[in-house]
């Protein structure tokens, strides 16, 4: 309560900076709510995607395995037609030749290739058993019947293929053009997702992924392989391709309504595989991004993460091995919902905000003006209008609480009753307005003459006072100074008249008696005033 009367501005000042200090709390609350909102949607649709690309996998996963069973049933019993008994006839005339083509219906199968024997002797992996051969060659014209009935247009895959170690080859889309037969079956012979179905690298006989790698059109693709066995022999490598056009399509396609970032899968390594953003995956992080980016996935299946100004999330998915990364941009999480949101709760702490700013400067202004206003009527009731000059009341009041500080620390205590000498006559003479500049004379002169630490008042008409905490021959000599300085100038009365202003001086002490009591003292002086006037006036009187 007393710094409310003392200092208000500061009180208001507290108070408004407590209420920006809530709003600006309030609002930072409800935007780690919104944020907290928004990193959980962006997970979840993340996740939703991911689920959505893995159930592809895992039907395409499905698909490689019927295939496998289908080959591995057939190879146990094969199940020979006439075309079939003539193809496989047909072989013994061909397998000498670099490259032959077996078909088990000529408009209604896939073409089953394959080279020489002699050149198969060339490829450590590739092994020709005519045991077992013709049982294997009789599946795969089988598994070109079902082929053909594929769609290369809804299916997830781009390819679908066999690779019997045997040296032919069975695949659900044709070479490239131009493309050197004996060359690129080099190139599959020693890729990974062939050389990585051998028994010693892989014993548990289970699919892998891998890539990206080159495709048969060229094109960047993700492989699925799943080894094909029989009886404890190693025949051949079921392969799926998944090219990036294709990931992307499904990619697209999963996309929520609502507005999210760039979607990018990349593999485990941080290779990119698909993007469904224009341009390339890659183009989206520098080199210790990604690095940040690997360190933190190998320690979780999902989370988040900040780069710059962009906000990065990711979850792992349960086949291909590859990562699922979304990243939005501060632009790109502005448009969203919760973006909007965000920007309609910033708006309003900001408008809020100039509210306030505005608000607790017209309330300053409207204290400071009061506090004027109170200074300036309290200066009104304590000070004479016209000589500026503490009036009777409030003169007496300091007076006696000088006179009493002075008693307690044991020091002098002295009076001075001034009164302008002819006062009277100068009202009649010269009017009421040269009496005025009379008046106001003195009190600058009394002003400017005794010591800052003195207190001076009209306490009448004429009649001046002042109070000194000094001894007696120290407030003569204040009088007297007093005394000359008023009488050395000139004061204009009006009309081309100049007045000369003496006065006539009493002084009084709590020397002489102990006395501290400052109406007796300025009774004391008083009446030693009016010895001086009748001394002659213009003169200082300290004794009876």
């Known amino acids: 309560m007393k710094l409310a009367h003392s200092h208000p501005e500061a009180v208001i000042h507290v108070c408004f900076l407590l209420v920006f200090l809530f709003s600006s ?187 990206p790698d080159a495709t048969a059109a060229g094109r960047s693709a993700l492989t699925l392989s799943l080894p094909v066995d029989l009886d404890g022999y190693w025949y051949g490598v079921l392969a799926m391709d998944f090219s990036a056009a294709n990931i992307r399509q499904q990619l697209l396609l999963s996309l929520p309504e609502r507005p999210m970032g760039s979607i990018l899968f990349y593999d485990i390594n941080l290779r990119p595989l698909a993007s469904a953003v224009d341009g390339p995956a890659t183009a989206h992080f520098t080199a210790e991004q990604i690095a940040r980016l690997q360190r933190a996935i190998a320690h979780s299946d999902r989370g988040a993460l900040r780069l710059d100004t962009r906000y990065i999330s990711w979850v792992k998915t349960r086949y291909a091995r590859g990562v699922l990364i979304n990243v939005d941009t501060l632009r790109q999480s502005l448009t969203g919902s919760t973006g909007q949101v965000a920007l309609a709760l910033l708006g309003m702490w900001l408008l809020f905000t100039l509210a306030l700013l505005l608000s607790h400067q017209l309330i300053i202004r409207l204290v400071r003006r009061l506090l004027a206003m109170q200074e300036k009527l309290r200066w009104r009731a304590s000070h004479d209008g016209l000589t500026k000059m503490l009036n009777r009341s409030a003169f007496f009041e300091r007076a006696n609480a000088l006179a009493y500080e002075s008693q307690l620390r044991q020091r002098p205590f002295s009076v001075i009753q001034l009164d302008l000498d002819r006062f009277k006559q100068v009202n009649d003479g010269y009017g009421h307005e040269a009496g005025d500049r009379v008046l106001a004379y003195a009190a600058a002169v009394i002003d400017d003459t005794i010591d800052p630490s003195a207190i001076a008042g009209r306490v009448g008409g004429e009649e001046f006072c002042i109070a000194l905490a000094v001894t007696a021959a120290q407030a003569v000599a204040i009088a007297e100074k007093v005394r000359v300085a008023l009488a050395q100038k000139q004061v204009f009365a009006g009309n081309s008249a100049w007045l000369r202003v003496t006065a006539s001086l009493g002084v009084a002490s709590s020397e002489a008696s102990g006395d501290y009591h400052f109406e007796s003292l300025r009774s004391i002086a008083d009446r030693r005033l009016y010895i001086a006037k009748t001394s002659g006036r213009n003169r200082v009187c300290d004794r009876d």
Not at 43 to 66: E, N, W, Y
Not at 110 to 123: E, H, Q, T
Not at 136 to 146: G, H, K, N, P
Request: glycine share 2%; net charge positive.
């Open 25 to 211: 709390v309030l609002t930072w609350r409800e935007g780690s709510v919104l944020k907290a909102t928004y990193e959980l949607s962006q997970r979840a649709s993340l996740k939703d995607i991911a689920d959505d690309l893995d159930r592809q996998f895992q039907f395409s996963l499905d698909q490689l395995l019927f295939c496998r069973n289908m080959l591995q049933q057939v190879m146990r019993a094969p199940a020979e037609n006439s075309q079939m008994r003539r193809q496989l006839d047909y072989f013994s005339l061909l397998r000498s030749q670099p490259v032959w083509h077996l078909y088990a219906s000529m408009t209604h199968s896939l073409p089953l290739s394959g080279i020489a024997d002699d050149a198969v002797a060339a490829y450590p992996l590739l092994r020709r058993d005519d045991a077992r051969l013709k049982p294997e060659l009789a599946a795969t014209l089988m598994m070109s019947l079902i082929l053909q009935l594929n769609d290369a247009n809804r299916d997830f895959h781009s390819r679908l293929w066999y690779l019997s170690r045997a040296g032919f080859w069975l695949s659900s889309t044709p070479l490239p053009q131009g493309e050197d037969t004996l060359r690129y079956l080099t190139r599959v012979v020693n890729a990974p997702w062939f050389t990585a179905m051998r028994p010693e690298s892989n014993l548990s006989r289970q699919p892998r992924w891998s890539g």
